[in-house]
């Protein structure tokens, strides 16, 4: 009888949200990026879920933060502690006795010292062999693109700190670039909205409420423009204070970082092989990540290139999905992953 010595893991590990995809599974963690610990000693108090509910409630002695900043990892430290954390709460029973193999995808723009850390990192939390696989192929593997072909693919993949375009052909990414603008910067420009119109202060908490309730890119028609009450501080005498925030007032905070994804869509578009772009045009851009989720942002792409534009079934899981995915699909993407070798150079 033939046992697999250890399991098989991707890792989506995202600056809002961290996925594990288990082969043979399917998608067994979802929780946020979050770690708490004890100030002075360095103690885990909680990861996830847990320590997302202490965001902005913790005492003095207790710090819950997230440790990755733009897709990367911006604490090192706490980054190997959460993630060790997480996978000890997927790699159960029998499988604990084997060390698994990891596949953790990236932003495409990451520089050699990030991926350096992603790596040492994934090896810390006990990883057989590790590799690194870049969001924007994650995102197509996952959304069911046949990315081996060769015909041009685009995806657009709006993460929590990061969004990925990219052209891809022949199991590989053609062109790409890499923003640091995604959901996390939408809830950034609600608070600065706020704050400036009505002089109130939000939480990214409340923020990011406000951007799944009643956020959109744009604005169709009347029935588009919902309306919510957000409460926070008044900035000009300190007392709790609720307002009516509509749909009008995110598209409105939310015009700047969409506009400079809008442009990078082009840009990626204009640096393109002539042949990919009419692939492109006739395939469609696809969609991913939690950030295509914002109502009416197709819409708004697609009047930005003329180019039809669909928002991928599983959006929010392609990546963890895709990262699993290329698990078997090594010998095809070969060329575009990178090992633990790297770390040897």
């Known amino acids: 009888m033939f046992f697999r010595l250890g399991q098989e893991i991707g890792v989506d590990l995202g600056t809002a949200t961290v996925l594990i995809y288990v082969k043979g599974k399917g998608i067994m963690l979802r929780e946020p990026s979050v770690i708490a610990m004890v100030r002075d000693t360095g103690e885990v108090k909680a990861v996830g879920d847990e320590a997302y509910r202490m965001l902005g409630r913790t005492p003095g002695n207790i710090v819950a933060v997230r440790p990755m900043r733009d897709g990367v990892i911006a604490d090192y430290d706490l980054t190997e502690k959460m993630l060790k954390a997480f996978v000890r709460k997927v790699v159960t029973g029998a499988g604990r006795l084997f060390k698994p193999q990891i596949m953790v995808c990236v932003p495409s723009g990451v520089t050699e010292v990030e991926r350096r850390a992603v790596l040492q990192a994934t090896r810390e939390v006990g990883a057989r062999k590790a590799f690194l696989i870049e969001e924007p192929l994650a995102a197509a593997i996952g959304a069911g693109v046949a990315?081996?072909?060769?015909?041009?693919?685009?995806?657009?993949?709006?993460?929590?700190?990061?969004?990925?375009?990219?052209?891809?052909?022949?199991?590989?990414?053609?062109?790409?670039?890499?923003?640091?603008?995604?959901?996390?910067?939408?809830?950034?420009?609600?608070?600065?909205?706020?704050?400036?119109?009505?002089?109130?202060?939000?939480?990214?908490?409340?923020?990011?409420?406000?951007?799944?309730?009643?956020?959109?890119?744009?604005?169709?028609?009347?029935?588009?423009?919902?309306?919510?009450?957000?409460?926070?501080?008044?900035?000009?005498?300190?007392?709790?204070?609720?307002?009516?925030?509509?749909?009008?007032?995110?598209?409105?905070?939310?015009?700047?970082?969409?506009?400079?994804?809008?442009?990078?869509?082009?840009?990626?578009?204009?640096?393109?092989?002539?042949?990919?772009?009419?692939?492109?045009?006739?395939?469609?851009?696809?969609?991913?990540?939690?950030?295509?989720?914002?109502?009416?942002?197709?819409?708004?792409?697609?009047?930005?290139?003329?180019?039809?534009?669909?928002?991928?079934?599983?959006?929010?899981?392609?990546?963890?999905?895709?990262?699993?995915?290329?698990?078997?699909?090594?010998?095809?993407?070969?060329?575009?992953?990178?090992?633990?070798?790297?770390?040897?150079?």
Request: charged share 25%; hydrophobic share 40%; aromatic share 2%.
């Open 147 to 345: 990315i081996a072909e060769p015909t041009g693919s685009m995806i657009v993949d709006i993460g929590g700190g990061t969004t990925d375009i990219a052209i891809i052909s022949l199991g590989g990414i053609v062109v790409s670039e890499s923003l640091r603008i995604a959901g996390n910067e939408f809830d950034e420009a609600i608070i600065r909205h706020i704050r400036h119109k009505e002089n109130l202060l939000i939480g990214d908490r409340t923020a990011e409420d406000v951007k799944m309730r009643i956020g959109a890119a744009v604005v169709r028609n009347a029935e588009d423009n919902r309306q919510t009450d957000v409460r926070g501080r008044d900035l000009i005498n300190g007392l709790p204070k609720t307002i009516q925030v509509t749909t009008e007032d995110t598209v409105e905070a939310l015009r700047e970082p969409i506009q400079k994804i809008a442009d990078g869509v082009r840009r990626v578009l204009e640096l393109a092989p002539p042949e990919l772009v009419s692939d492109v045009i006739d395939r469609g851009i696809i969609m991913t990540g939690g950030g295509s989720m914002l109502r009416n942002f197709d819409e708004l792409l697609r009047q930005t290139t003329g180019i039809p534009v669909v928002v991928a079934d599983n959006a929010t899981d392609s990546v963890a999905l895709g990262t699993g995915q290329a698990l078997d699909m090594i010998h095809v993407l070969r060329d575009a992953l990178i090992s633990d070798n790297f770390l040897r150079r």
